[in-house]
């Protein structure tokens, strides 16, 4: 059903459903917090370092990467275990991919930091 919010409640109602997401992630996936306890180690280090502007944000911007890819793996992960328990080859490929991208942007992130800071 779509949402006749709009304007500001509209805004407001999206930040309410991204907070309540967010939160969602956190409780239930263990990989999540452990990425955010890494954020929250690595952000003050990006702070700190000294570098370029445009290097701390490429530090900074590479660590919300890999929540955003988490996010978006957990979702994945979500909606596959809704449409059922049984084993389907496509429910295990869309799983795998997910957490293929969490991977892929775990090693960019590596990469950024690697090369910024050597």
């Known amino acids: ?15 309410k459903y991204s907070w309540q997401g967010l939160k969602a992630g956190l409780h239930s996936e263990a ?8 954020m929250a180690i690595l952000l003050p280090i990006a702070m700190l370092v000294n570098v370029e502007a445009s290097e701390r944000a ?4 590479s660590l919300f990467f890999v929540l955003i890819v988490e996010l ?9 275990d809704r449409i059922g328990a049984e084993f389907h080859p496509l429910s295990g490929k869309a ?3 997910a957490s293929a991208a969490v991977l892929v942007s775990l ?7 690697g090369i910024i800071l050597w």
Not at 31 to 38: C, F, M, T
């Open 31 to 38: 990989a999540l917090r452990q990425e955010i306890a890494a």
């Open 58 to 61: 490429l530090l900074v911007l």
């Open 107 to 113: 090693i960019c992130a590596s990469c950024v930091w």
């Open 72 to 80: 978006l793996n957990t979702a994945v992960e979500v909606v596959v």
């Open 95 to 97: 799983k795998d991919l």
């Open 1 to 15: 059903m779509k949402s006749e919010a709009k304007g500001i409640s509209r805004l407001w109602f999206a930040s």
